[in-house]
């Protein structure tokens, strides 16, 4: 995409590192409000993972997943959308469309897919909407909510909307206002992440700062995509507490199941080959897998065939933490296992899988 600034050093776009840090802690931050934090994953691991639970649980959890995700993507937006801008286009001097369509380009550089604004209608009142196209958006059910979340941030309105493929990986979504639904008023709490300082330190690209292993991944800017150069698996940028909000929800909800279920789900992607365990150092390997991740600190872990113990600081996203690692047991010695987990204070998360 055109006007998209990328690093002249190492070519990560400059939008990375301005609005966001990688912490000695293990997390990504966000700039603008460091209580607000990204994790940087494959998408397959966030739609397989949401999809698991839906077929463990056997009932559509949909509803929950685009009402929270629409909710943290509003917020992210109304962060980085400057209040004068808002103004501007609510009082007519800038055409909406145009404005969106620059703010999409955040999309581009997140991973979230290509975005085409059609045709658009704002006059104050309930017949107001914008027609748009996305194209290989990173999640069908969470992607196509992004940009509705865009249009609500700046118009101040609260959006519905629907969606449909026009062409092979193509969606064209139509945003209109709409109440949110009532169910959710007062719930879907967003997360805010405190953290204690770590020890992770990163090599740095000597002009924007960027953790030189983000060189492991190429970004298609005209595409909207991000790649891993060596798996070739779909990376992007994704809030954390979004999953959270839908755990915590589907537990209310569902009972006190659920994190078994999170659990596993995240071991069954695991194990299938999704992420893998190298034997040869895995302590270090795994150390800066999860920290680039921005998923948290591994301050320990000893693994050998007849278990493993690991010990994360400044956990993210901790039911999907615990099913990795058991993931990574069964994948690395071909077993069934079990885990137990807890959080202990001061210290973080702690993880113990054995055979089963």
Same mark, same amino acid.
């Given at each position: 995409?055109?006007? /998209?600034?990328?690093?002249?050093?190492?070519?990560?776009?400059?939008?990375?590192?301005?609005?966001?840090?990688?912490? %000695? %802690?293990?997390?990504?931050? $966000?700039?603008?409000?460091? #209580?607000?934090?990204?994790?940087?994953?494959?998408?397959?691991?966030?739609?397989?993972?949401? +999809?698991?639970?839906?077929?463990?649980?056997?009932? %559509?959890?949909?509803?929950?997943?685009?009402?929270?995700?629409?909710?943290? =993507?509003?917020?992210?937006?109304?962060?980085? /959308?400057?209040?004068?801008?808002?103004? $501007? !286009?609510?009082?007519? +001097?800038?055409?909406?469309?145009?404005?969106? $369509?620059?703010?999409?380009?955040?999309?581009?550089?997140?991973?979230? *897919?290509?975005?085409?604004?059609?045709?658009?209608?704002?006059?104050?009142?309930?017949?107001?909407?914008?027609?748009?196209?996305?194209?290989?958006?990173?999640?069908?059910?969470?992607?196509? !909510?992004?940009?509705?979340?865009?249009?609500?941030?700046?118009? *101040?309105?609260?959006?519905?909307?629907?969606?449909?493929?026009? &062409?092979?990986?193509?969606?064209?979504?139509?945003?209109?206002? &709409?109440?949110?639904?009532?169910?959710?008023?007062? #719930?879907?709490?967003?997360?805010?992440?405190?953290?204690?300082?770590?020890?992770?330190?990163?090599?740095?690209?000597?002009?924007?700062?960027?953790?030189?292993?983000?060189?492991?991944?190429?970004?298609?800017?005209?595409?909207?995509?991000?790649?891993?150069?060596?798996?070739?698996?779909?990376?992007?940028?994704?809030?954390?507490?979004?999953?959270? =909000?839908?755990?915590?929800?589907?537990? #209310?909800?569902?009972?006190?199941?659920?994190?078994?279920?999170?659990?596993?789900?995240?071991?069954?992607?695991?194990?299938?080959?999704?992420? &893998?365990?190298?034997?040869?150092?895995?302590?270090?390997?795994?150390? +800066? $897998?999860?920290?680039?991740?921005?998923?948290?600190?591994?301050?320990?872990?000893?693994?050998?065939? #007849?278990?493993?113990?690991?010990?994360?600081?400044?956990?993210?996203?901790?039911?999907?933490? !615990?099913?990795?690692?058991?993931?990574?047991?069964?994948? =690395?010695?071909?077993?069934? %296992?079990?885990? &137990?987990?807890?959080?202990?204070?001061?210290?973080?998360?702690? !993880?113990?899988?054995?055979?089963?």
């Amino acid at each position: 995409m055109e006007g /998209i600034e990328v690093c002249t050093q190492c070519g990560i776009p400059t939008y990375i590192t301005a609005e966001h840090t990688w912490h %000695s %802690s293990g997390f990504i931050l $966000q700039n603008r409000d460091t #209580r607000h934090i990204l994790i940087f994953i494959e998408s397959d691991n966030l739609e397989t993972l949401l +999809k698991g639970v839906e077929d463990i649980v056997g009932v %559509s959890i949909e509803r929950i997943v685009i009402n929270t995700r629409r909710r943290a =993507a509003r917020a992210y937006m109304d962060r980085v /959308i400057p209040d004068i801008l808002k103004e $501007q !286009v609510r009082d007519g +001097k800038l055409e909406v469309g145009k404005v969106i $369509q620059g703010m999409l380009g955040i999309g581009y550089v997140l991973g979230y *897919g290509k975005f085409e604004v059609v045709d658009w209608r704002v006059k104050g009142d309930d017949d107001d909407y914008i027609l748009l196209n996305i194209e290989n958006p990173y999640s069908i059910t969470l992607g196509t !909510v992004d940009p509705v979340a865009a249009f609500e941030a700046v118009m *101040g309105r609260e959006m519905g909307y629907s969606y449909q493929e026009v &062409s092979p990986g193509v969606y064209q979504i139509r945003a209109f206002p &709409s109440r949110h639904p009532e169910e959710f008023k007062g #719930r879907l709490t967003m997360r805010k992440y405190a953290y204690s300082e770590g020890n992770i330190e990163y090599q740095r690209c000597n002009s924007c700062g960027a953790p030189t292993l983000l060189g492991e991944f190429s970004w298609d800017l005209d595409n909207g995509l991000i790649h891993s150069r060596e798996t070739g698996r779909r990376m992007v940028f994704f809030a954390p507490s979004v999953l959270e =909000a839908v755990f915590d929800e589907l537990e #209310r909800e569902l009972g006190e199941t659920i994190p078994e279920v999170v659990i596993e789900s995240q071991k069954r992607l695991t194990r299938e080959g999704m992420y &893998s365990l190298d034997l040869k150092d895995p302590e270090e390997g795994l150390r +800066k $897998q999860l920290a680039l991740r921005g998923l948290g600190n591994l301050a320990s872990l000893s693994v050998g065939e #007849r278990g493993m113990t690991m010990l994360m600081e400044n956990a993210t996203i901790h039911l999907m933490l !615990v099913g990795l690692a058991q993931g990574l047991f069964e994948h =690395a010695y071909g077993v069934e %296992s079990k885990a &137990s987990w807890e959080i202990v204070e001061e210290k973080g998360l702690k !993880v113990e899988v054995f055979p089963a």
